[in-house]
């Protein structure tokens, strides 16, 4: 019986990227393998789904960093965008200022891997500098 509806999917990593300043930097980065998790396991193809949203989470502000901005590419050099910036407004802890959390919602937009099944986010922030402790990527197919 084929399948039917909608199946999401949230990998995550826990790899801390630290030092984000205020530019992008191409040696800091967080890849997440979006096609490991498929439920046929097929890695003869590439990677196509719709990204719903992402959560990460930072630690360590310094400088007076208030918004984060995040871009997802299809190589770890950081050349080829897949989900260009997007500038999001840190959620600061509210008994610790020097943590944070921050959401995107991206309404399913649609993306195609060309290369692997790996997802490449880089950041940036507005101020000062922080680390992202972790990142949570949902998909759906």
């Known amino acids: 019986m084929a399948k039917t509806g909608r199946f ?3 990998p995550r990593t ?5 030092g984000i300043g205020t530019t992008y930097n191409a040696a800091k980065y967080h890849e997440l393998d979006l096609g490991s998790i498929r439920p046929s396991g097929n890695k003869n193809t590439t990677f196509k789904g719709f990204i719903e949203g992402l959560i990460f989470g930072v630690e360590n502000i310094a400088g007076g960093a208030t918004k984060v901005t995040l871009r ?9 965008s897949m989900i260009g910036d997007v500038e999001v407004a840190l959620d600061l802890g509210i008994t610790d200022p020097t943590l944070a959390t921050g959401q995107i919602y991206y309404d399913s937009f649609p993306f195609e891997q060309p290369f692997d099944d790996n997802a490449y986010i880089f950041y940036k922030c507005d101020a000062g500098s922080l680390d ?3 990142v949570q990527v949902s998909w759906s197919e």
């Open 8 to 10: 999401l999917h949230n």
């Open 132 to 134: 992202v402790n972790y």
């Open 14 to 18: 826990e790899a801390v990227v630290a």
């Open 72 to 80: 997802i590419c299809a190589d770890a050099r950081g050349d080829i």
